[in-house]
Nanobody, 113 residues
Framework: QVQLVESGGGLVQPGGSLRLSCAASGFTFSRYTMTWYRQAPGKERELVATISSGSNTNYADAVKGRFTISRDNAKNTMYLQMNSLKPEDTAVYYC???????WGQGTQVTVSS
């Protein structure tokens, strides 16, 4: 049974940083592409970043240069390092496994002074 559990969200001031984690279980984590999505209030869910099994990465234009996606296959965990946060980054952030269309429960990130 695939399980994805996000953590690390919270309240941060503009310009600050947060690191999100996604702990995966129920499958061979190292073999699969993983992604981060986010959904802001009143908006559709949007792709933030993707990391392949070979650690190739892609980013949405809105976060390029500020966010870094990574993975630790030994820990079955994916990360999203978020720097230079802006109020428009406020959203619920979700971990997603495309192969089985599996979602985590999400973690709230709020950027506000």
């Amino acid at each position: 049974q695939v399980q994805l559990v996000e953590s690390g969200g919270g309240l941060v001031q503009p310009g600050g940083s947060l690191r999100l984690s996604c702990a995966a279980s129920g499958f061979t984590f190292s073999r699969y592409t993983m992604t981060w999505y986010r959904q802001a209030p009143g908006k559709e869910r949007e792709l933030v970043a993707t990391i392949s099994s070979g650690s190739n990465t892609n980013y949405a234009d809105a976060v390029k240069g500020r966010f870094t996606i990574s993975r630790d296959n030994a820990k079955n965990t994916m990360y999203l390092q978020m720097n230079s946060l802006k109020p428009e980054d406020t959203a619920v952030y979700y971990c997603y496994r495309p192969f089985t269309a599996s979602w985590g429960q999400g973690t709230q990130v709020t950027v506000s002074s």
